[in-house]
């Protein structure tokens, strides 16, 4: 993957950035989609947070290489730090980490929200808490896409703020878009869950000390979500 040729989680992330937005890529490891994007000229500008030193040089070293210095900053800041307000942020693209971290960057860094900003969101798992993050804040879910890339499935979750909606438990675990439009991904996805919540639960069986009460019983609530889904 390079900034001429995106993994196709990224092109998916890309195919949700507005004509003509202003994105900060927060996390943008080598800045290889903002770079894509101005390259194609889907973008105006864009921002490039990174926290650490590492992909920041090196996020620095694909736009320069580009020569998109101008058009492109990167900037080392901790999250949602990286935005200024003269950078008239349209867009905010969060990929490529647990959605709990995505929650908590978003949370920490409400300040630098508008609310006008579109939220391109691609979490490695610990979507529920997520998207609970969303609705608590005001946020409608516009888009959700899953895809399955290396043996592994990637949620893509695109909100905007809106008129405050509200989901229920399932909805937030499964995705309301998701449980209406059940892809063949999707449902192949929940099969195998169902698979690992059984042997979870079977492990728990067979487990020297005791599993919490509490744990149990989240795990079987799940698994019957799933089956109920399944059926």
């Known amino acids: 993957m390079n900034e001429h040729t995106?993994?196709?989680?990224?092109?998916?992330?890309?195919?949700?950035?507005?004509?003509?937005?202003?994105?900060?890529?927060?996390?943008?490891?080598?800045?290889?989609l903002p770079v894509a994007l101005m390259r194609r000229?889907?973008?105006?500008?864009?921002?490039?947070?990174?926290?650490?030193?590492?992909?920041?040089?090196?996020?620095?070293?694909?736009?320069?290489?580009?020569?998109?210095?101008?058009?492109?900053s990167v900037r080392l800041a901790d999250g949602l730090a990286a935005i200024k307000p003269c950078d008239g942020i349209t867009a905010i693209s969060l990929c490529g980490m647990g959605g709990e971290t995505i929650r908590d960057i978003l949370d920490s860094g409400k300040a630098y929200l508008s609310g006008q900003e579109r939220l391109i969101l691609q979490p490695n798992g610990g979507e529920q808490p997520l998207r609970q993050w969303l609705m608590g804040n005001g946020y409608r879910i516009?888009?959700?896409?899953?895809?399955?890339?290396?043996?592994?499935?990637?949620?893509?979750?695109?909100?905007?703020r809106a008129t405050p909606v509200t989901y229920t438990d399932e909805e937030l675990y499964f995705g309301p878009l998701q449980m209406q439009a059940r892809s063949p991904v999707f449902l192949a996805k929940w099969q195998r869950m169902l698979r690992q919540k059984h042997?979870?639960?079977?492990?728990?069986?067979?487990?020297?000390?005791?599993?919490?009460?509490?744990?149990?019983?989240?795990?079987?609530?799940?698994?019957?979500?799933?089956?109920?889904?399944?059926a």
């Not at 030193?53 to 101008?70: I, K, M, S, W, Y």
């Not at 516009?142 to 905007?160: G, P, S, T, W």
């Not at 009460?213 to 609530?221: F, P």
């Open 6 to 32: 995106l993994s196709m989680r990224l092109e998916r992330v890309a195919a949700n950035v507005p004509a003509g937005a202003r994105l900060a890529d927060i996390g943008s490891d080598h800045g290889y």
């Open 41 to 72: 000229g889907v973008i105006a500008a864009a921002v490039a947070g990174e926290v650490a030193t590492t992909p920041f040089h090196a996020a620095e070293r694909t736009v320069r290489d580009n020569g998109l210095a101008q058009h492109i």
């Open 142 to 160: 516009l888009l959700e896409e899953l895809l399955q890339e290396n043996r592994f499935y990637y949620e893509i979750i695109v909100a905007e």
């Open 199 to 230: 042997k979870t639960l079977a492990s728990f069986e067979q487990a020297r000390q005791a599993v919490p009460q509490a744990k149990v019983l989240e795990i079987e609530q799940q698994a019957r979500w799933i089956t109920q889904l399944l």
